[in-house]
């Protein structure tokens, strides 16, 4: 089973407005990671978050980390068109060393 | 410049076949990876080389078969091709250490036939 689940699968906006999604975890975690793939391309990292921080921004992107929920969460804010694309969460379970599991991701449509 | 370059880009074989793909990076990275994305899009990790040393291998049919011969280059060799085998296959890299991110290669869509 997927260390990282992500919540929803999918999910469709309008451009402008805020995208959130939610990943959760089961076993205790050095840090969560979140990744972006656009359609038929690689991952790209987006942003890395340590057990013991609860929030981060970079850019339109603010995640934020529940350790006691084992739960992530991201969100785009003022989504475009070109942040269409899946989006997954990954942690390196503590004792997998540098091993990232991924959960299954959320695919984000952005309609213009 | 590709950070993370692989190669072929697509590859379509016949069952039975052996195929490799080819992986580079040229980030000064120490650690490579092989991950295998399914139809649904799940990944799910195989392989992983620090410095030319294999330190993670999954549950992997013995049929494929990684090699490192520098930290800069990891190749995934697949013997005995199945339609099973049929996904998505990234390479990537990072530093070693659980604080790092990876850096991925654009995928090599394998179809087999």
């Known amino acids: 089973s997927q260390q990282g689940e992500e919540d929803p699968q999918a999910l469709s906006i309008q451009e402008g407005e805020n995208a959130t999604m939610n990943c959760s975890y089961k076993?205790?975690?050095?840090?969560l990671q979140w990744y972006r793939q656009n359609s038929g391309r690689g991952l790209v990292h987006l942003i890395l978050?340590?057990?013991?921080?609860r929030e981060k921004h970079s850019g339109r992107l603010r995640v934020t980390l529940d350790t006691s929920k084992k739960s992530s969460s991201l969100l785009i804010t003022a989504s475009r068109a070109a942040d269409t694309a899946s989006y997954f969460c990954?942690?390196?379970?503590?004792?997998?060393?540098?091993?990232?599991?991924f959960g299954g991701g959320t695919r984000v449509l952005v309609k213009p | 410049d590709t950070a993370v370059s692989q190669t072929p880009k697509y590859l379509v074989t016949q069952m039975g076949n052996d195929k490799s793909i080819k992986c580079e990076q040229n980030?000064?990275?120490?650690?490579m990876y092989w991950y295998k994305q399914d139809s649904k899009k799940f990944l799910k990790i195989m392989f992983s080389?620090?410095?030319?040393?294999?330190?993670i291998n999954e549950t992997v049919p013995n049929r494929f078969s990684p090699k490192s011969p520098d930290k800069a280059h990891l190749n995934l060799h697949i013997n005995s091709l199945e339609l099973g085998d049929s996904a998505v296959y990234f390479c990537?890299?990072?530093?070693?250490?659980?604080?790092?991110?990876?850096?991925f290669g654009s995928g090599t869509r394998l179809t087999v036939v």
């Open positions: 990537a890299s990072s530093l070693f250490g659980e604080n790092y991110g990876y850096t």
């Open positions: 076993t205790s975690i050095n840090n």
């Open positions: 978050i340590r057990s013991n921080e």
């Open positions: 990954a942690t390196p379970p503590k004792a997998a060393g540098n091993k990232l599991t």
């Open positions: 980030l000064g990275h120490d650690t």
């Open positions: 080389y620090n410095n030319k040393e294999l330190i």
